[in-house]
Structure formats: structure tokens, C-alpha cells
């Protein structure tokens, strides 16, 4: 089937050898756990094994010859990063093992601040209730530690943020307000606008999480007008092991590191440390040097084939899957009912059985979903369901995969009747 504004999924498809696979005895492996982790075309694999084969060694005051054209990729992936989001300096990337780490990384830094970011028990966290665990968690841990109070925004009944009290969730108290681009469950896009509007307002600092952004859509840092933008390489065609927090020069400048070690200082004596200057300040450590090799080569291949084209491909699939699956008896939507505002990832229920059976029994056709609360468990409680069976796709997703998917839950369905 043909769909206006689809990519040429057969010619990516040849770049990414995982996807000829078969599993289970025959079944042509239809993969759409894509919210979880996308898959790498050969062009990282061949980056990463180039690398580990031909200029292998720690990064940074080597003078040999491999140290020099490690530090050379190392630092070439900065660049390439960079570029990819807008930002307006490379120094204002700081590599990291995942968005997980990156978003700790702010909380412990505006934890132990000076002022005026100093997060403390008179002050306010502001988060969201369709937020991942990964920027739940943190916040939860620096309100405790400090006594800060933690707020957030609620959501409506089709998953979208309950903005109609911004004002008196967001106040002079905010000292952030740290929020998800796409939500990893619903697809819900946010609007970042009204939101960075009234922390700007009461001088909060702005922290997204665009784990689900970056790999899906043009990720503009400067347009957003964050202070700080987290996102990870596995889920955009790179590999595990490397992460990103894009911060605001001068912040980087001001707040202290969250890790010590080696490459994060300037000088060490046995009474005190000075620090490099970012964003080597917060890369304490070998860092993850393939890994962000393996980044560098994902970059190149996606802004290659363009990030409009991507989420242009994206919307065309995720509307014509909608529509497929509003078809099926007892299915049930989690979050929003349209393709329109929204990302790639579909959640849903279906009648009475659980999640983990549908996944199941899907799983035995070859197509791989994921099930559970995908470490989004207050989304669960607010719709009063245990779990999801989540679909998400991707730049090499096709139409076909979709039927796939809609004849699979529709067996799923007689399977339990």
C-alpha cells in the first residue's frame, strides 16, 4: 500500500541487516518497539567497527597517533550532535551514558547550586503526570533531599497536559520545570510554548526531556527555548551507552559538576580541585568513545535523509494505523484518538486481556510490541489500567507492518473470545 509522504522503506530497509531476520519458525520479524530502542543501519555498525578496529584508545593528552584520531572522532561526534539540534556552541554538548543520567545530572547540579538556581525547601518542582520514570525519579529524590516541594500538571481524559491552571501551578516559588517533548507512552507532542512561556515568566529554568523528540522530528534547541534538553543515542539508530544534555553555555559555566574524576578537572592538589571547563567538567572518566562514534554515524545517516522527511513518513503511518486499529472491537486508545499532535507511539488496551498476553501472542507472529507501564506507571494509575500494549514506529516502518499489526491484535482478540 502507498501513502502520501512515505519514505522509500525499501532502500532503507537494506541498510538495517536485523531487519531480514525470522523468528519463530518462519514469521518475518515485524518490529515495532521502536519508543524503546530503534535499530542501526550498517553505516554505525561499520562507524563502530571501524573504530574499535583501526583507531581504538582513550581520548584527550594522548600524543600518539590512535589517541589523536580517537579524540578526533570523539569530539568530531560533538560536532556532528551540535549540529543535528541547533545549538549554538559545541561546548554546550555534554555526552552522557543516557538521558536517564542526563536528567540526574541537572537535578543533582540545581541541587548543590549556588543562587539563583539553587534548589531548596522554599522552592518549587514543577514535572508532569505523563512524564518516563527517568524525570520523575530525579526530581522526586532532589524534593526529598532539599524539601522543595514537587507539583505537576495532570492530564486530560484524551492524554494531553491539563494546562488550564498554569498559573498557579507554575509560580514565583518554580525554581524548574522539567517536562517531556513526546510522551514515550501516548505520543502526546506538548506544547512547549505555553509552558517555557510562564516559567520564562517566573524566571524557572526550563529542563525537556526529548528522548522521544530527537529521533522523530527536527529538534531545534534554540527555537524551544530550554535551558536544558536531554536525549539518548538508542533510540535515534545509534547505539546503548550514550546520551546527550544540551545546557545553556552560561549555566554549564555556573552550576558544579555532578561527577568527579579524571577529564573534568583543571587542577588537583590534596585540599582542593578546580574544574575544566564544560563540557569536559561533566564527563568525568573514559567516556563512551565508540558509542559516540556510533552517534556521530547515526546523525550523519538520519540528517542524510532528513528529519522533516522522517516525521512526514511518521504521521502518514501513524494516522493510517490509527485508523486501522479504531476498527477492532474493545480496543481502546490510551492518549490521543488522532494522528494529529502526536508521535509515533500508539498505546491501547483490548477488552479484558492483559497486556502481556496480547504482547505475547503477537510475539508468536513476529511482531514485537512492547507491554507493560513503560516506566510511565502514573499514566496507568490516572486511566485506571494495569498496562499497555504500546506500538511505535519508525523511519523503516511500512504500511504492511501496520495490517500486520491490525491482523495480529484481531487474532489476539478471537484468540481470547
Not at 492483559?354 to 516506566?375: N, S
Request: hydrophobic residues 40%.
Amino acid at each position: 500500500m502507498t501513502l502520501p509522504g512515505l519514505l522509500d522503506t525499501e532502500a532503507i530497509r537494506k541498510d538495517f541487516p536485523i531487519l531480514d531476520r525470522t523468528v519463530h519458525d518462519g514469521h518475518k520479524l515485524v518490529y515495532l518497539d521502536n519508543a524503546a530502542t530503534s535499530q542501526k543501519p550498517r553505516q554505525v555498525l561499520d562507524a563502530m567497527s571501524d573504530y574499535n578496529e583501526r583507531h581504538n584508545a582513550n581520548v584527550h593528552r594522548g600524543v600518539h597517533v590512535l589517541a589523536e584520531e580517537a579524540t578526533a572522532l570523539y569530539e568530531g561526534a560533538r560536532d556532528k550532535v551540535a549540529g543535528f539540534i541547533n545549538a549554538p556552541s559545541r561546548d554546550e554538548v555534554v555526552f552522557t551514558k543516557n538521558a536517564s543520567e542526563s536528567l540526574n545530572l541537572v537535578a543533582n547540579m540545581l541541587g548543590w547550586a549556588d543562587e539563583p538556581y539553587k534548589v531548596e525547601h522554599d522552592t518549587e518542582i514543577v514535572i508532569t503526570e505523563m512524564e518516563h520514570h527517568s524525570n520523575i525519579v530525579p526530581w522526586q529524590l532532589l524534593s526529598q533531599r532539599t524539601g522543595a516541594k514537587l507539583k505537576w500538571f495532570g492530564l486530560t481524559d484524551d492524554g494531553r497536559l491539563d494546562l488550564s491552571a498554569v498559573d498557579e501551578v507554575i509560580t514565583e516559588k518554580t525554581k524548574v520545570v522539567s517536562f517531556t517533548l513526546v510522551s514515550n507512552i501516548m505520543g502526546t507532542i506538548n506544547p512547549v510554548d505555553a509552558i517555557v512561556r510562564r516559567a520564562q515568566e517566573v524566571g524557572a529554568l526550563v529542563v525537556v526531556d526529548a528522548s522521544q523528540a530527537a529521533p522523530h522530528m527536527v529538534l531545534d534547541v534554540q527555537a524551544i527555548q530550554a535551558d536544558f534538553v536531554a536525549f539518548t543515542g538508542h533510540k535515534m539508530c545509534g547505539p546503548t551507552g550514550i546520551g546527550v544534555l544540551w545546557g545553556r553555555q552560561e549555566l554549564l559555566d555556573d552550576l558544579p559538576p555532578f561527577l568527579g574524576g579524571g577529564e573534568m578537572i583543571e587542577t588537583v592538589t590534596m585540599h582542593a580541585s578546580t574544574y575544566a571547563p564544560a563540557p569536559h567538567k561533566f564527563e568525568a572518566g573514559t567516556p563512551p568513545i565508540a558509542q559516540a562514534v556510533g552517534l556521530g554515524a547515526a546523525v550523519d545517516y538520519l540528517s542524510a535523509i532528513g528529519m522533516d522527511r522522517i516525521q512526514e513518513h511518521e504521521h502518514a503511518l501513524t494516522a493510517y494505523a490509527v485508523s486501522k486499529l479504531s476498527q477492532i472491537p474493545d480496543l481502546r486508545f490510551i492518549g490521543p484518538t488522532t494522528a494529529e499532535d502526536r508521535g509515533a507511539a500508539i498505546s491501547f488496551t483490548l477488552g479484558d486481556i492483559h497486556p502481556h498476553d496480547v504482547g505475547q501472542v503477537l510475539d508468536e507472529q513476529g511482531i514485537a510490541v512492547r507491554v507493560g507501564h513503560h516506566c510511565a506507571r502514573p499514566v496507568c494509575l490516572r486511566y485506571g489500567i494495569p498496562a499497555t500494549t504500546r506500538a511505535s514506529f519508525y523511519l523503516y516502518s511500512t504500511p504492511a507492518e501496520v495490517d500486520a499489526l491490525a491482523e495480529g491484535v484481531e487474532h489476539v482478540r478471537n484468540f481470547f473470545a
